[in-house]
């Protein structure tokens, strides 16, 4: 006997996922990355690279079907490359990973806010970013774009976290600043949660402000976050909406494999892979992989050659010990601070290359002295030493950690160092280190 029509029409219904009367559950797969900084080359590892995170997005994206590729922030800054350039190469050659959009990240300033609009001309995806003003109001970006998915409208907002000025020189950001983040991403979470099926928040987040967002927005369906360089291992789960986050420079990809259900506009699967990106596991894309070689044949006259040894393997906590003494060293100082967020890179064992040091220090800091008595230095320049409250100290740091410190008094003179090349040139001046 045949199935009657009325139940064949269910079987299939049920076949497909969907139950009668209740609308189709969409299924689709955002692929995310965070924090690429430029690092245009795998690392010592064979880890990261734009060629090789260019091949697991296409091979990922092959695999789910329907997808969006989105990038939480800080394109820039952290290799030769955008150093030396400024930053553009970066969203250039980025434009084959086939990103589908980026939420602004601090460094993004770190070349000027002038230079966004650079980055803005360059890229083929949009930079978003809801919560960056001046003072009469106006962002300096578009708040939010709509992408298709199969047949969902994906909404996607930008958010920035609002200690950007806690993080950029004090020059870097001009008029702009970013505005307190759940009552500058309300309204513009209601009005794309009114125009599309689901709400995705691009942000580039603390930890906790990550919590935030999902906890006082239950209109964001899901957070793609970066920043913190290194990643949550689980999703952050609130009330059935999800955060992910990856850890920084390519070195994995992020995939997020969801079903919502547009009648109840709800997730009701989801399941989030951190995928490892290797030079082993995903073979470089040849167009990516030529417009990395046009950019890198640019500076590797500069930057690949040799100018010392290290004798064992520094994480970046010894970097950073190894900077100051550096710094110390040149000027002569009694006392030298290396703030650790602006220690980039660790060092292996074997061969220093100048790269090594750009990739270490990409930031054009130079460096600034003070004259302070002991009782007068912050803590963080004294953690960890035996410090004479009442003994005249030499004291060096870099021009970033004297623009973070301003109001606290301390009569900072600028030098002619820059601090990369300080450290250049004291690696090249010994026959190992540390």
């Not at 009552?183 to 990550?210: C, I, K, N, T």
Request: charged letters at 25%.
């Amino acid at each position: 006997m045949g199935v009657r029509p009325v139940l064949r029409s269910v079987i299939v219904l049920l076949l497909a996922g969907v139950a009668p009367g209740v609308a189709e559950v969409q299924r689709f797969t955002i692929l995310h990355v965070n924090d690429l900084h430029a690092r245009l080359l795998p690392d010592d590892r064979g880890r990261g690279g734009f060629a090789h995170v260019a091949t697991a997005i296409e091979r990922e994206r092959q695999k789910a079907g329907h997808a969006v590729v989105l990038h939480a922030g800080d394109m820039v800054q952290g290799s030769p490359v955008s150093t030396i350039f400024r930053g553009t190469p970066a969203f250039e050659v980025a434009n084959a990973l086939g990103i589908d959009a980026h939420c602004l990240g601090n460094h993004e300033f770190d070349y000027g806010w002038e230079r966004i609009r650079d980055f803005e001309r360059v890229s083929d995806a949009p930079i978003l970013a809801a919560n960056v003003i001046n003072g009469r109001g106006d962002l300096l970006l578009p708040p939010a774009t709509v992408l298709q998915v199969g047949d969902l409208d994906i909404a996607v907002i930008g958010a920035l976290t609002p200690r950007l000025l806690a993080l950029i020189k004090p020059d870097q950001a001009g008029p702009w600043r970013s505005a307190e983040l759940v009552e500058s991403l309300r309204p513009v979470v209601e009005e794309m949660h009114e125009r599309s099926d689901m709400v995705v928040v691009l942000g580039h987040l603390f930890d906790d402000e990550d919590e935030l967002v999902l906890r006082e927005l239950p209109d964001v369906d899901v957070l793609v976050s970066g920043h913190d360089h290194g990643g949550r291992q689980e999703p952050l789960l609130v009330e059935g909406r999800v955060g992910v986050k990856l850890r920084a420079y390519g070195v994995e990809l992020g995939r997020l494999e969801l079903a919502f259900d547009t009648d109840t506009s709800q997730i009701v699967r989801h399941e989030w892979t951190r995928i490892p990106v290797s030079s082993d596991g995903f073979p470089a894309d040849p167009a990516t992989a030529e417009r990395v070689a046009h950019w890198e044949s640019q500076v590797s006259k500069r930057v690949d050659v040799s100018i010392g040894y290290c004798e064992r393997a520094l994480d970046r906590s010894a970097v950073q010990s190894l900077v100051e003494r550096a710094i110390r060293d040149v000027t002569g100082a009694d006392l030298a601070y290396m703030n650790r967020g602006g220690v980039r890179d660790s060092l292996g064992r074997g061969t220093v290359t100048a790269r090594h040091v750009w990739n270490i220090l990409p930031f054009d800091n130079t460096l600034v002295v003070a004259t302070v008595l002991g009782k007068d230095l912050p803590e963080e320049a004294t953690a960890g030493r035996r410090v004479d409250p009442n003994r005249v100290y030499q004291f060096v740091t870099n021009d970033y950690v004297a623009g973070q410190w301003r109001g606290r008094g301390i009569p900072f003179r600028p030098t002619e160092w820059v601090l990369r090349d300080t450290l250049l040139e004291w690696v090249k001046a010994r026959p190992s280190i540390p």
